[in-house]
């Protein structure tokens, strides 16, 4: 398993995890070139909410969707709170906060659905974006996991959440991580790390680690383990392994911009 970035054209990229199956599934990892936003959004920023004009998130939505072959008018997002709220979208949900951030579907941070024709998008600059898809009822669930989310474990809860809607069961899941911070540029104060150690208390040392003073979580790592704790095989876990941080050449960092930047875009959509 592994992630590529991959040049769709007129310097667009686009990212994908190789677990989730093209015929049945289109998804991608939106990168920061080929949009028209100007700085600090510079220039493919593909959110509503951080200040940019809408006219320019729109024609980046445009450009980036139809490089997927998909079509930005059905596009349905939510407005992300740091929270646990799931909700599931349906095929006359699509084009919800596609043009307007007033028009979302809902307060909340994870989407699921069974529907095709409907284009689920979320947005991030460093939080981890986790896609989940059950192949046997042909369901998709599309996470937003901040440090909040991440110990509330709102990935476990979206695979529950879609066995719920579709009886999915956990040991059918796909599920992939993608570009988001990683543990060697994620520092945290004491208090975000005591309530990971508190609820990950079997792998505190994993995911806490102190380094020149200074304290380090493993986002990745926690996603990871509480997908598996939820019944997600291991082996059908795939990971981008890429900061977003790091490589703010190819991505958005909230931290390293000093929190004025421009949006990253996990999209899915089944087909």
């Not at 992630?3 to 667009?12: K, P, S």
């Not at 349906?90 to 007033?102: C, E, I, P, T, V």
């Not at 509480?226 to 990971?239: C, F, M």
Request: glycine share 8%; aromatic share 8%.
């Amino acid at each position: 398993m592994s992630f590529v970035l991959r040049h769709m054209r007129d310097n667009l990229w686009s990212g994908r995890l190789d677990i989730f199956p093209e015929d049945r599934i289109v998804h991608g990892f939106s990168a920061r070139q080929g949009g028209v936003s100007p700085a600090p959004f510079d220039t493919l920023n593909m959110a509503l909410h951080v200040g940019d004009d809408p006219a320019h998130v729109w024609e980046n939505r445009r450009r980036y969707l139809a490089a997927l072959g998909l079509d930005a008018e059905r596009i349905c997002t939510i407005r992300q709170v740091h929270g646990t709220e799931i909700v599931r979208a349906f095929r006359r949900d699509a084009g919800r906060g596609a043009r307007d951030y007033a028009d979302t579907l809902a307060d909340a941070d994870a989407v699921v659905t069974n529907d095709s024709g409907v284009t689920l998008l979320l947005c991030y600059a460093d939080c981890v974006p986790v896609l989940l898809y059950d192949p046997v009822h042909n369901a998709a669930g599309l996470v937003h996991a901040g440090w909040k989310g991440t110990v509330q474990r709102i990935a476990a809860k979206t695979v529950e959440r879609m066995g719920e809607e579709f009886g999915t069961s956990p040991s059918e899941v796909l599920a992939g991580i993608g570009p988001s911070i990683g543990a060697g540029c994620y520092t945290v104060g004491a208090e975000v790390a005591e309530r990971f150690r508190t609820e990950f208390s079997a792998h505190a040392a994993e995911l806490v680690r102190v380094q020149d003073e200074e304290i380090h979580l493993d986002l990745w790592a926690a996603n990871s383990i509480q997908l598996v704790e939820a019944g997600v095989l291991a082996d059908n876990i795939d990971r981008a392994d890429i900061c977003t941080s790091c490589d703010r050449s190819f991505f958005y960092s909230y931290r390293a911009a000093g929190g004025r930047t421009g949006r990253l875009a996990a999209v899915m959509e089944l087909r």
